[in-house]
């Protein structure tokens, strides 16, 4: 007869908190729900059938396993119930496969949130229209959260915060770092701020024109990132038809492998310039 899967209490992280191992999966399990950690013992047993048990999950790491149980001695217990209830929606909704780092980033951004909209302290977000843009799924289940951040700790959630809760499901969807997402934004309003210095005119955000040239480059940092070099059987051609527009696409190259610090192979700078080819001619029209 196979051995009925239980959990071992390891310790108690809070009242709310326990860390378990899975015995059938030889794992260490978060297990979380209201009450489940008092009087919660080392080496004390619970059924998987317990209707305390609101949700489990793994980290795997050691290192994040430390420090997620830090974590709940430092932040409200409130908001890590908020972050992993934001967690399922987003893992129910878009993707079961994300980073387990998100189970600390996300309620320490929360925590900090909650401070500075509790005491007025604006902080703009550079990049919302882009977030928002170019992350219609992700943006969607971060105005799902600000809703219940809002209903839970009753404070108003702005839109600029909404972006930012964008970039951390972003980041645990595409298991990148939140700091490489930030470093993206800035690289991409760095080389429209360039594109439109060579133009001689603003791109208006609004404008179609806009969304095409930085969903382009978006994906063109996304192919660089992963090293998905693809052959552009235009490139001898471009630098003789568009010398002009090649020339502004390798300025812009050398701004990439600058702040990216990664070579940006000439079949992609060609791609560039083809972009800015059918962008730069439409004035002309």
């Known amino acids: ?25 030889n794992k260490e399990t978060i297990l979380m729900g209201k009450g489940l950690g008092f009087g919660a013992k080392p080496g004390g047993s619970l059924e998987t059938s317990d209707t305390r048990i609101e949700k489990t999950f793994v980290i795997e790491d050691k290192q994040h396993l430390s420090q997620y149980q830090m974590l709940l001695g430092q932040i409200d217990p409130e908001v890590i119930v908020i972050s992993e209830k934001i967690i ?46 170019l992350n219609p799924k992700e943006f969607e289940l971060a105005t799902q ?5 809002g209903k839970t700790f009753d404070v108003v959630v702005p839109e600029d915060e909404i972006g930012f809760l964008t970039i951390h499901i972003q980041s645990a969807v595409a298991h990148v770092p939140v700091g490489n997402f930030v470093q993206y934004n800035h690289l991409l309003k760095d080389l429209v ?14 404008s179609i024109d806009y969304l095409r040239l930085i ?9 660089i990132r992963q090293g998905d070099a693809t052959k ?27 702040k990216l610090e990664i070579e ?22």
């Not at 959260?145 to 951040?149: G, K, R, S, T």
């Open 264 to 285: 940006i192979p000439e079949d992609e700078t060609a791609y560039i310039a083809m972009h800015l080819y059918r962008l730069f001619h439409k004035d002309s029209e």
């Open 215 to 223: 969903t382009h480059l978006r994906f063109a940092m996304e192919r």
């Open 88 to 133: 399922s929606i987003v893992s129910e909704q878009l993707t079961p496969d994300l980073n387990e780092h998100i189970h600390l980033a996300l309620p320490s951004h929360i925590e900090y949130a909650l401070y500075r909209l509790r005491n007025n302290i604006a902080i703009e977000n550079p990049f919302l229209w882009e977030i928002r843009t």
């Open 232 to 258: 552009n059987p235009f490139r001898d051609n471009l630098k003789e038809m568009a010398p002009y527009e090649f020339s502004v696409a390798q300025k812009c190259a050398d701004l990439m492998s600058k």
């Open 193 to 206: 701020a360039l594109i439109e210095r060579e133009r001689g005119r603003v791109i208006p955000k609004d």
């Open 145 to 149: 959260a600000a809703e219940l951040i």
């Open 1 to 25: 007869m196979s051995e009925q899967r239980r959990f071992e209490i390891v310790r108690a992280l809070s009242n709310n908190v326990v860390l378990a191992n899975d015995v059938l999966a």
